[in-house]
């Protein structure tokens, strides 16, 4: 696996509850 290839891999899953009224891509906004 090239280093591409490597940028592409997943590394981790993180489960969240999330709370009623945000969306998913919110969820992740507030991540990143």
Do not use: A, C
Request: proline letters at 3%; glycine letters at 6%.
């Amino acid at each position: 696996m090239d280093t591409e290839q490597m940028k592409n891999v997943v590394s981790g899953v993180l489960v969240i509850d999330k709370p009623i009224g945000l969306t998913s891509h919110d969820v992740v906004q507030i991540i990143r």
